[in-house]
């Protein structure tokens, strides 16, 4: 069962498993609001958690997908248990670490012996030419005198600790009670209700749904994952008898032929069925 | 009446007849844009008209009992500078044209521009221009 986090009303998913789940395997697109931790001072690429919309986390729990649990209390300081499992924890990373490294440097001397070797040949036979030169008898052949020295024998140095890597947790790791009293209130209001039928329909029909802010509307259908496709259709949710002038009519259709979009008018007539109206501009008549 | 003018004047349009509609108090126009187009349903409307999902719903119904040849109805936003804005409203989920239509719309349109008949023609070419009519067999 996926844990959607409520923190002041805004549901969110820390796990990365659950995010790429929800949107390959439940079309639940979201939005990425957190910092990405290797690319910090930018925002043209968010990361972790991702922002669930109200309608996708109420179709989630209703859908019997996901769970909602109240996160919205500060984090607790950890026990003198916890302190010790974190640095045991650390201190195992560390050492693997220091392994690995230790393994990868033997692999480039092995690679590079030949280099090294004559490197070491070259300082011993620059040594040998200061103590001639200080009036020490040397013979020729000790120039010429091969080093013995095995691949082994190169030392590696050991790094400190501070250049190892440490692993900044986006999800919580701690086993925790999860605190299921989440007074989730959506949807309540007329909009929102209409707002949530109309998103639950669309997903039903096999859309994917994402915020229509951008394109001044509801929410933006498209016909497949928004990373491969653009959307087809601006869905504005208007209830059936409120009155708009034909001007609205007309603003609406200019925007959606500017981006080559339908903008469809979604509604719940007198019959409390969906009704959807296509609204397309015809550049001539 | 400025619709009606912008259809067969301007754009062409054939076949262009009025039916009113008493019980929502408009006018339906129906025509085709070409002798080949399917014929299509026009609604003239002020910018300063007031519409709701319902009405146009309402609307969308009415024009199924016209019969024109393709589904839907052109709404013709007419504004107090004389401008004319055609916007189609259909019912269900109409997907937006897909690149390749654009460009078979645009050649199209392309060639109905080049072998539109000429409005105006010159004192000098007049004797050419009705023997060619004459030709044709136009009178």
Known sequence: MIRISVIHDKPF????????ALREDHRIVGTLVGCLARAPR??????????????????LVEKGIAMLVNDSKPAQIPSNQQVMEFQEMRKQSFSEQKELYRKEKQEVVKQ??????????SKRRKLLEKRRVEGEDIADCEFEKD????VDDIEISEPTEDAFMVQIFTENPWKREDDLEVGWNFPSTDQETLRYRVFKDLWEKGHFLTTGGKFGGD????PGDPYRYHSFFIAVCIPYQKKMCALDI????????????????????EKDELTYTSLRWTGIG | MQVYLDLCEVKNW???TIHPCEELGVFFLTGQSSDASPTEAVLPLNSTTELSVEK?????SNTELLGTESTGLLLAITDSDSTINYYKVTGGLVPPESPEEMEEKKSRRRQKFQQRKPKFVRVDQLEEYVQKLHQTGHS
């Open chain 1, 13 to 20: 998913i820390w796990n990365a498993e659950d995010a790429s």
């Open chain 1, 42 to 59: 930018q925002n043209t690429q968010l990361g972790l958690p991702l922002q669930l919309l109200p309608e996708e986390a109420t179709l």
């Open chain 1, 112 to 121: 590079r012996f030949e280099e090294i070797k004559k490197g070491k040949m």
């Open chain 1, 147 to 150: 080093i013995e020295i095995n």
């Open chain 1, 219 to 222: 929410f933006l259908v498209y």
């Open chain 1, 250 to 269: 007309v603003a609406m259709g200019r925007l959606g032929s500017n981006v080559k979009k339908t903008v469809l008018l979604c509604s719940v007539n």
């Open chain 2, 14 to 16: 054939t076949n262009v």
């Open chain 2, 56 to 60: 146009i719903q309402e609307y969308l």
